[in-house]
């Protein structure tokens, strides 16, 4: 048989119909849903008579307006609507909700793995970019918007057309101080946000094999940062014991069984994709965003550019216009940018894992005078795990602290903003211009280089504060 990528096989296998070379209309498996955009959906099917086709291959949370301090006192009225509007939803269409009394709360693409909803081979659709998260498990899965809500909810499946191929082959081991945030955003400063536009992305390479899969996460997340349909990494070992005991994934002889499956999935040896590109991971550095899109960065030991380095005309409007957004000097050393918030969170970098990085690093130090930082746990069960591990107390005594989860200071639709002109070092994955409030400055950094820019009110190499703890 022809050799085939894991994304034809998983796309084949879904499709319901298709004539010629039109859209094919896929089945979808999963539909995670929550408060911001499936209002209008849940509307359209009460005004059309309409019922949810598949209750229970359904699950919603309430993630990105919930306050992260006194969680049940909301006070903004949109935000309060939306809320209230999500949990009459569920229970008039009879679909699980995970609200703000349960344990499995959090951000929605942290809580599908958690629990098990996602697994390889699945077709995952959710009303937000960042649904490319779950194809770190081999999964298909892609954002859509509300009208596409209203469609799955109504039908279970979804029209689309077929992506193009696109492999990113990450060359060789990564060294050992560089995190999986700083291979995505190397790969997004190489190529760019657009080179990903009308492709799915496997990520293949020794790299990439050795991640966790909360790193492999943080990788797929960020796919849509450059403009692909969705991103996904094929199921290996891994996958499979991350997922054995989950609770949604099935248990004994079964898991057993859908293990042999998953792993079939994975590309084969030798297949062929539309496009393949690559990246050197042993030459990697910690990467740091200067500008106003995640491609605008550079490693830690570099420098802001200067305008004369840029030779095309509009490159370098973009260019000068994001320095002046952002307040910074061309030509500065990155580790010279002042940094008055720090932010460890969203569907990015808000894992257990992630904060147990950041938590090792700031370990009996403390928080500079001139920083805020907060934590935020992606998801309920991630902050029980961590308080367990007394990763809070190390926070708090750092100065830190310690939130509920939800998105959080990710983007400004909840009380968690920044100042306006204030810079950020944030673990999430956008740094649009007022994506963290009104002329705010957003730089997105590793988990380890946020807490690492915490202490010292400025960007650090973290590998010198590792060889520091050493001595
Ligand atoms: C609010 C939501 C629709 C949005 C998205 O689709 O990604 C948000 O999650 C984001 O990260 O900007
Ligand atoms: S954490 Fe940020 S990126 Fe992720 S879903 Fe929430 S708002 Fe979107």
């Known amino acids: 048989m022809t050799p085939q990528t894991i994304i034809d096989k998983v796309w084949n296998n879904h499709v319901v119909h298709q004539e010629g070379n039109n859209p094919a209309l896929l089945y979808i498996d999963l539909h995670l849903i929550h408060e911001v955009t499936s209002p209008q959906a849940f509307e359209g099917l009460r005004l059309t008579g309409r019922k ?12 990105h307006n919930v306050p992260t301090v006194n969680r049940f ?14 949990a009459s939803n569920c229970k008039e269409f009879g679909i699980r909700l995970a609200d703000l009394k349960s344990k499995d709360q959090g951000i929605v693409h ?14 995952i659709v959710c009303g937000d970019s960042h649904t490319s998260t779950h194809g770190a498990f081999g999964a298909l899965a892609f954002g859509i918007g509300t009208s596409e809500v209203e469609h799955v909810l109504a039908t279970q499946s979804l029209w689309q057309k077929k992506p193009k191929t696109l492999n990113v082959h990450v060359k060789g081991p990564k060294p050992a101080a560089v995190s999986a945030k700083d291979i995505i955003l190397a790969i997004i400063q190489k190529y760019g946000v657009r080179f990903g536009t009308g492709y799915i992305i496997e990520f293949t390479g020794e790299a990439i094999k050795e991640l966790s899969m909360e790193e492999r996460m943080t990788i797929c997340n960020m796919s849509i940062e450059a403009g692909a349909k969705a991103g996904l990494i094929s199921p290996d070992e891994t996958t499979v014991e991350y997922l054995r005991g ?19 999935l994975a590309s084969d040896e030798g297949a062929v994709y539309d496009d393949t590109i690559e990246l050197d991971a042993p030459s990697l550095e910690p990467v740091v ?18 305008l004369e380095e840029v030779a095309n005309e509009n490159e370098r409007e973009n260019l000068r216009r994001a320095l002046e957004y952002m307040g910074l000097t061309p030509g500065m050393p990155i580790t010279d940018i002042p940094v008055q918030h720090v932010f460890i969170g969203s569907c990015t970098n808000s894992r257990l894992s992630d904060l147990r990085q950041a938590a090792n690093l700031i370990k009996g130090k403390k928080v500079s005078d001139q920083v805020t930082a907060i934590v935020v ?11 367990q591990e007394g990763l809070d107390q190390v926070f708090k005594e750092a100065g830190f602290e310690w939130r509920e989860s ?13 100042p306006e002109g204030e810079h950020c070092a944030s673990t999430s994955n956008r740094n649009f211009e007022g994506r963290q409030g009104k002329n705010a400055r957003t730089h997105l950094v590793s988990p380890e280089m946020a807490a690492a820019a915490a202490l010292h009110g400025r960007f650090v190499d973290v590998r010198n504060l590792r060889e520091e703890a050493l001595v």
Do not use: H
């Open 73 to 86: 006192n909301i006070t903004d009225e949109i935000a309060k609507k939306q809320i209230d509007t999500l």
């Open 289 to 306: 965003t200067w500008g106003t899109n995640p491609a605008m960065s550079s490693f830690v030991t570099g420098k802001v550019p200067k």
């Open 377 to 387: 746990p992606g998801s309920q069960k991630v902050k029980e795990a961590a308080e």
């Open 110 to 123: 942290v809580i599908g793995p958690e629990l098990g909803l996602t697994q390889p081979g699945k077709t």
């Open 406 to 418: 939800g998105c959080s200071m990710c983007l400004g639709m909840n009380p968690d903003l920044v």
């Open 52 to 63: 949810v086709r598949r209750p229970e291959r359904t699950f919603a949370t309430m993630d």
């Open 246 to 264: 989950r609770p949604y994934c099935p248990e004994g002889e079964e898991f057993e069984k859908v293990a042999k499956e998953w792993l079939s």
